[in-house]
């Protein structure tokens, strides 16, 4: 055994040895538990940064672990390689973006080959490879086949900077997700998928998402947005025609003042002739916290008042939330009020504080603008700049509703619109369809054809895939450039052989990652195949239905919205199809945090990379692992330091210095400890005490909540105390070779290479991936003696050592028996004595 750690030997013979004997490769075996570990799979960008380091690595620990355990692991690895950076790439640097691509493919999978990941890289997803994107279309005609794709136009979301439309979700502050600058509307003719159809079960179904941050579910509760309340008509003054609004606060209709509609609304089209007053609502600025209006000339009339309301075209009001129509109840709602203020529209109050001394006695009672009522009530002068009462109260200037609480009133003055036909009740929900055509080159063609004669028609299955055409110039700008390509556009009808033409935009790429996770437990790329029965279907039980749904799903909190519930939607269509009898894709999320330097996350712009292939090339794979899973929990930000990586490699020569210094009586004493007889003739040994202490430490750490940096620190625990360790006997050698076996195989899911070599320099002939867990034995990892804390009244009087399990009695009575303690309470009333158990004892005196 060589005396001094080279970690850059190792890793590279190891790594070799493992690809060499395909030892990460799985197949479904039923009579083994399965394990389905899966990491994100990253965009090929062109280098692993820290922050995938870290993500990967605690898959690996994961994936390790549970084969030792004896699961049958699929971890496997692939590439989200369609978007819009490649395209953005090839344009700056004149390459294509497939060449740019699976270029960034083959160096950055050498990273993680480099970093001893245990991915099965015969199941490789590659998303831009045909034999891939066959099955976008497939299931984008599947979901056409049920009514949940469609063609509409619409006023889409619209980055300038990158040219394509953004989903809802994909629009942040306003801002594109991607380039940070500013999103505008833009009319346009778009293929959606129906989300919206499955609103209320992916709402239901969050509550079972228990192995999920609370954060990550209420995120998406959130989103989806599920408000229970009525629509109502506002029949306009002097037309056949009415307004109909959605709201939760009909307890405030009766203060309704004013109506606010969309700029795209159909009725503004329709009841606004004058010129002057079109050219000011195009005008109206598209920054919502400006909240600029046009008045109409239209009143509507509140259909419980039956007052005559002005109809007002609002800035912040979009067509696509709701109806396009908000009943105005400045009152109640902030941004009505600072609307009314701006425009000096009526602001009538129609709710009241709860304890309100006058808020029975309250009549009929309309309060000029800028006067906000629920505070004037409370004695605030007239003048200042007031806010609307928004919460729930006692309802006045309301008719027969007036001194009912708000919850009560909702519910009556519901029940009366739909009585008297002015509404109904229903439920909304925020959540709106998803908007998947992109003006892009690199991404699924749609496999849709336009015919003069037959209209829309789909791509027969047969005919898919509908490749990408390879010969694009790409310029950046305006419409897809699939429309310029002759070849590509210009095609027959599947139903009358008709000159026609094709769907020029792409999918957008979230596509792409809303089943990749299927696409692994199917077998990869070469293997994805929907209509084949042994793949999928009730009766077959291989493959996705024995991996199927994901055990461990690691990736950042950035994708709560996006990824993660475009993947819990295609999950339950794919369901509804009838390939998979699932219904939620991931049992159990991870969302790890970021990579800290400086205070800041690590980014280009910042100056505060860390190269991951420099730090490997110096310190060795296992030394970034194992600092990478030190310095934080999984959940935390990883804050960077260099003192930390000279740290994890120090340890891990201390390790390998333990190893050498025994390795002669090592190869030659035997096993060590098998069985628990034998185990119990050496406990007076405080080391295989300790030993079997940290088999159970670091197993619960891992199994609890994957505190893999409580478990590093225990196994540096063992470390010292084997190092301190100084055996003299048959018996004591015995019990070093138990613990530096346990200390070895307890490392490798953290640092494997240095534990394959270790188990091979012990004598062991197996890799140390084939040998089972540690298991503790409880009666041996107890303690024979504890430490006994002793304070009095809080404050610590004393420490004694006592033997350990004693009832509490008999530590009481071994606390009193000190001393030191006697002597400080003598003369004292003793009023109560606290014992935590295995701890301390408290007097209060």
């Not at 993680?112 to 199941?123: A, N, P, Q, V």
């Not at 819990?568 to 219904?583: P, S």
Request: charged share 25%.
């Amino acid at each position: 055994m060589e005396e001094k750690y080279n970690p850059e030997d190792i890793e590279k013979k190891w790594q070799a040895n493992w690809e060499q004997r395909n030892l990460f490769a799985v197949k479904e075996v039923s009579s083994s538990p399965k394990f389905y570990c899966l990491e994100m799979f990253p965009y090929p960008s062109g280098k692993i940064h820290m922050g995938h380091v870290r993500n990967y690595v605690i898959g690996d620990v994961i994936a390790r672990y549970k084969r030792m355990r004896g699961f049958n692991v699929l971890h496997p690895m692939g590439w989200d390689a369609f978007g819009l950076p490649a395209e953005n790439a090839a344009i700056k640097h004149r390459v294509h973006p497939a060449k740019w691509t699976f270029e960034n493919i083959d160096y950055m999978k050498s990273q993680l080959k480099k970093m001893g990941l245990s991915y099965d890289w015969e199941r490789e997803v590659t998303t831009c490879k045909p034999e891939y994107y066959k099955w976008n279309q497939w299931l984008f005609l599947k979901m056409l086949e049920m009514g949940l794709a469609y063609k509409k136009a619409s006023s889409v979301n619209w980055c300038p900077s990158c040219d394509t439309v953004l989903a809802n979700e994909q629009v942040i502050d306003e801002k594109c997700w991607r380039c940070d600058n500013i999103v505008i509307q833009k009319k346009l003719e778009q293929w959606f998928f129906k989300i919206t159809n499955y609103a209320e079960e992916l709402l239901s179904d969050a509550d079972a998402l228990a192995g999920w941050p609370e954060k990550v579910v209420t995120m998406q509760r959130n989103w989806i947005g599920r408000s229970e309340g009525v629509e109502v008509d506002f029949r306009i003054v002097d037309s056949d025609k009415s307004i109909r609004i959605f709201t939760t606060r009909q307890d405030t209709l009766y203060g309704a003042t004013f109506m606010s509609i969309a700029k795209k609304h159909p009725l503004v089209e329709e009841l606004v002739k004058d010129e002057k007053t079109i050219k000011d609502i195009e005008s109206l600025s598209e920054d919502p916290e400006k909240k600029e209006g046009v008045f109409t000339g239209f009143y509507a009339e509140n259909p419980l008042t039956g007052d005559r309301i002005p109809i007002w075209v609002a800035n912040f009001v979009l067509m696509e939330y709701g109806t396009g129509a908000v009943m105005a109840v400045p009152a109640h709602d902030q941004r009505d009020f600072d609307f009314a203020k701006k425009y000096d529209l009526p602001i009538k109050e129609v709710i009241v504080l709860e304890n309100s001394a006058e808020a029975r006695k309250r009549g009929s009672a309309e309060v000029g603008a800028g006067l906000a009522p629920a505070q004037a009530e409370k004695g605030q002068p007239q003048g200042l700049p007031l806010q609307a009462f928004e919460e729930d109260g006692i309802l006045v200037n309301s008719g027969q509703f007036s001194n009912l609480h708000s919850k009560e009133a909702r519910e009556q003055i519901a029940d009366y619109l739909e009585q008297k036909g002015f509404g109904k009740k229903v439920v909304n929900y925020k959540l709106r369809d998803w908007g998947i055509s992109r003006q892009r080159y690199w991404g699924t063609p749609i496999p849709i054809i336009y015919c003069n004669s037959c209209g829309i028609v789909p791509v027969p299955e047969d005919q898919l895939p509908v490749v990408l055409p390879q010969d694009i110039m790409l310029r950046g700008k305006g419409a897809s450039p699939l429309a310029e390509a002759a070849d590509f556009v210009n095609t027959k009808c599947p139903k009358c052989d008709a000159p026609a033409k094709r769907e020029t935009d792409t999918m957008d790429t979230f596509v792409d990652s809303s089943w990749y996770f299927i696409a692994y437990a199917l077998g990869g790329n070469d293997k994805i195949n929907f209509t084949t029965k042994s793949n999928v279907g009730a009766i077959h039980e291989l493959p996705l239905q024995y991996w199927m749904p994901v055990d461990q799903y690691i990736g950042g909190i950035e994708h709560a919205v996006l990824h993660l519930l475009y993947s819990r939607f295609f999950t339950k269509v794919i369901r509804d199809i009838g390939l998979i009898n699932i219904n939620e894709p991931f049992t159990s999320l991870l969302t790890q945090g970021m990579v800290i330097k400086d205070g800041a996350k690590m980014s280009k712009s910042k100056g505060n990379v860390v190269d991951p292939d420099f730090l490997i090339n110096k310190y060795g794979t296992d030394t970034v692992r194992v600092f990478c899973m030190f310095a934080a929990p999984p959940e935390r930000d990883l804050e960077w330091s260099d003192q930390g990586v000279e740290g994890a490699y120090r340890f891990l020569n201390r390790i390998w210095g333990l190893v050498h210094k025994y390795s002669n009586e090592l190869r030659v004493t035997g096993n060590g400890l098998k069985d628990k007889a034998n185990s119990l003739v050496t406990r007076h040994s405080s080391l295989l005490r300790k030993t079997h202490q940290t088999i159970k430490k670091i197993t619960g750490s891992i199994e609890r909540d994957y505190h893999f940096n409580t478990a590093i620190a225990a196994l540096m625990e063992l470390v010292n105390e084997i190092t301190a360790f100084n055996p003299d006997s048959a018996n004591d050698r015995r019990v070093l070779k138990f613990s530096i076996r346990q200390m070895i195989l307890l490392l490798s899911p953290f640092a494997p290479h240095i534990a394959e070599e270790l188990w091979e320099q012990i004598g062991e002939k197996e890799s140390v991936l084939k040998e089972s867990w540690p298991v503790w034995d409880e009666e041996i990892a107890k303690e024979d003696e504890i430490e006994l804390v002793i304070q009095i009244n809080g404050k610590l009087r004393g420490k004694i050592m006592i033997p350990a399990g004693l009832d509490d009695d008999a530590v009481k009575e071994k606390a009193f028996s000190d001393p030191k303690i006697q002597e400080q309470i003598r003369g004292k009333t003793l009023k109560k004595i606290v014992v935590v158990k295995g701890k301390l004892v408290n007097m209060v005196v």
